[in-house]
């Protein structure tokens, strides 16, 4: 039973995961983007559309990414060409996001979906107990895994990384050394954008195979909150995401064992763990302070 | 030049006659808390005013604005229809009480319908329907078909309504199997698809192999479906989505009811009740019986025939949770007791959030 408790955190902690990492690496570049919701929910729709007019969950999760990224994109050219304000932006890719959702879906209202298939990693997932858990899920779990590794990986070892953290941390400085903010921006947004619209496709094609609207109720904005929960550091969104995800199933568990717990304190468990852990970590104030952005939100403008 | 002129205002003046000429005779306006594509609620609501514009035609105009939160903002929602010229509103959802009432205060011209409240005014009518007795034949059903002899219940908010639908649902499967057990999960929300697959994936994990719920979307029936369990669909047939694990879905069919008011306002007939209606009436039908055994079917149908001569699902002997007699042998509980409903059978062995 523990295992398939295990099992349905993982399910419902992947989508935050990936949104997630993919804010992380935006923000790192300094870009404060508030559009993650818009931008997932967009995947969720453009993939579930694509998967069930072509029947491939492939192609559905490859338009979502698409669609995720296009929307980023639009946010890119409002803050860094026209340089408006990056939280307003943000607000209002959100709101298209959702209202341009409901429109491009409603004539997939009421149609049943197609699930992405489970990946069996043939010698692994014989192992008792994690394998099932660790090796038996569907593609985008595993996509999860391998993207905070590399996101991991490509911020603290590379010198992309290096570069990308730069101009979040000074973008003035890293404009006289010669690197183009807005380009090293534009990218890393896009990346977000893909993120989010992949976390959108695993919502309407492998957690709940359908599409609603607002199917993703809020979920880009937890993930926007994992991110500083996790001071942007990659594997700390895991542990977030896992938190979260963790303790919505076990409310869940505990309801239904019947201990007599309100079910309004319940829901708002979540969220009251999350903010518990984060005052907890985030006692080493120098580790929270390096790793801020210091430029996050700030618009950039070079003096030509 | 003039000449002109003289026509344009001519032809500007006969649209105009001509316009007021085809306007309907009423504007039936309707709030629904979540989106018509809900496939479940919203979705049958929708219906039924898809029904009055088949029914009248050009007599009767409507309109309506989907995914109206409870709330404040749904005081703003029906002022705005009010003030639209709507003769007739029709609020589908219990959290709309109080912002109908206080906006049924400012016009006292336009009348308004609630669904699902307790509180009516001169120009305020309730209507309900009698879920629950759809919900005594699920819950035969379920104590028939369940191997464990344990059901998953997921519910919304605790009020009366969805109470009573989980005690209805509980006598149903006592009438068969005594010691049957429910376990409920409440999820504070009415649509939130991912939430509902949560709480269906941890109460089957916890060993219930039936599935019903009290919340509007398809997601708990598609993950009985993935795992191999069997459940009901809710306020429409949701077979589409759960081929192999729906039994029966409780549907609410608002159609007549809706035509119905419509023409007594046309008729200048309309005035405030508090309308309750089930099966015998045609208002909550159950979806084709799927994947259960011939004679599990004929139990159901005898059931309905039951319910449609005129026989309660709350009749007597029935004891509260607590051990006290709610209704002793043979006596139907009465409306009021049911329409309040803020207690548990006995044999629930949750706590019923307060």
């Known amino acids: ?304 | 030049m003039k000449s002109i002129l003289r026509g344009a205002i001519a032809a500007l003046a006969l649209t105009a006659a001509g316009s007021v000429a085809q306007a309907a005779d009423l504007k039936a306006c309707f709030v629904y808390v979540g989106p018509v594509g809900d496939f479940g609620w919203s979705y049958q609501h929708d219906q039924g005013r898809l029904a009055v514009e088949e029914h009248f035609g050009d007599r009767v105009e409507t309109a309506y604005l989907e995914s109206v939160p409870e709330g404040p903002d749904a005081e703003r929602a029906i002022e705005r229809f009010a003030r639209d010229g709507c003769g007739l509103i029709f609020t589908t959802s219990f959290g709309y009480m109080n912002p109908t009432i206080k906006v049924a205060k400012k016009f006292p011209d336009v009348k308004f319908e609630h669904a699902t409240g307790y509180k009516t005014a001169d120009n305020v009518a309730t209507y309900n329907s009698k879920f629950h007795e759809g919900r005594y034949i699920i819950g035969q059903i379920a104590a028939k078909q369940s191997k464990t002899g344990v059901a998953g219940y997921i519910a919304s908010f605790p009020i009366p309504e969805v109470v009573s639908g989980i005690n209805a649902f509980m006598l149903g499967a006592q009438s068969i199997n005594p010691d049957f057990k429910l376990k409920v999960v409440w999820v504070n929300t009415w649509f939130d698809p991912g939430k509902e697959a949560d709480a269906a994936k941890a109460l089957i994990d916890q060993g219930a192999d039936i599935i019903t719920q009290h919340t509007d979307s398809t997601a708990p029936l598609q993950v009985a479906q993935e795992r191999g369990v069997h459940g009901f669909g809710q306020a429409s047939d949701m077979i589409n989505f759960a081929k192999d694990a729906q039994y029966t879905a409780i549907i609410d069919d608002w159609a007549p009811y809706y035509i119905e008011r419509v023409q007594e306002v046309l008729d200048g007939k309309w005035h405030s009740h508090s309308a309750w209606d089930g099966i015998a009436e045609g208002h909550v039908v159950m979806a084709p019986y799927t994947n259960l055994p011939d004679d599990v079917v004929e139990m159901a149908k005898a059931t309905e025939a039951k319910i449609k001569g005129g026989w309660e699902p709350f009749t007597g002997p029935i004891t509260k949770q607590d051990g006290t007699e709610a209704a002793a042998d043979g006596v139907r509980l009465e409306d009021g007791a049911i329409l309040g409903m803020n207690w548990y059978v006995k044999g629930i062995d949750d706590k019923l959030p307060q």
């Open chain 1, 1 to 304: 039973m523990f295992e398939a408790v295990l099992l349905t955190v993982i399910t419902a902690a992947t989508p935050l995961l990936i949104a997630a990492v993919g804010e992380l690496v935006v923000e790192r570049s300094g870009v404060l983007n508030l559009g993650v919701e818009g931008m997932m929910i967009m995947g969720a729709v453009v993939g579930f559309a694509v998967a069930n007019q072509t029947g491939s969950g492939s192609l559905g999760v490859v338009a979502a990414i698409v669609a995720g990224m296009a929307m980023s994109a639009l946010f890119g050219f409002l803050v860094l060409i026209l340089v408006t304000n990056q939280v307003a932006s943000g607000l209002a890719l959100t709101i298209l996001g959702l209202g341009l959702s409901g429109m491009i879906g409603e004539a997939f209202i009421g149609v049943p979906g197609l699930r992405l298939p489970e990946l069996y990693i043939p010698v692994l997932s014989e192992i008792p107990f994690v394998g099932p858990v660790f090796f038996q899920q569907d593609a985008l779990v595993y996509v999860s895994f391998l993207l905070v590794g590399a996101v991991s990986y490509m911020l603290f070892k590379t010198r992309a990384g290096l570069i990308l953290r730069a101009v979040g941390d000074n973008h003035v400085s890293a404009h006289a050394l010669g690197y183009s903010v807005v380009r090293v921006r534009f990218m890393a947004i896009l990346f977000g954008g893909a993120c989010a619209g992949l976390a959108g496709a695993y919502m309407s094609l492998a957690y709940t195979p359908q599409w609603v609207e607002n199917m993703t109720a809020g979920r880009g904005w937890i993930a926007l909150a994992l991110v500083v929960f996790a001071s942007w550091l990659p594997f700390r969104v895991v542990a977030g995401a896992y938190l979260f995800g963790a303790v919505t199933v076990l409310t869940f568990h505990a309801q239904a064992q019947g201990l007599g717990i309100p079910s309004q304190f319940l829901s708002s468990l979540p969220y009251l763990a999350t903010i518990a852990v984060l005052v907890l970590i985030s006692a080493n104030r120098r580790l929270t302070l390096v790793n801020t952005p210091a430029c996050l939100g700030k618009p950039f403008v070079p003096d030509r």
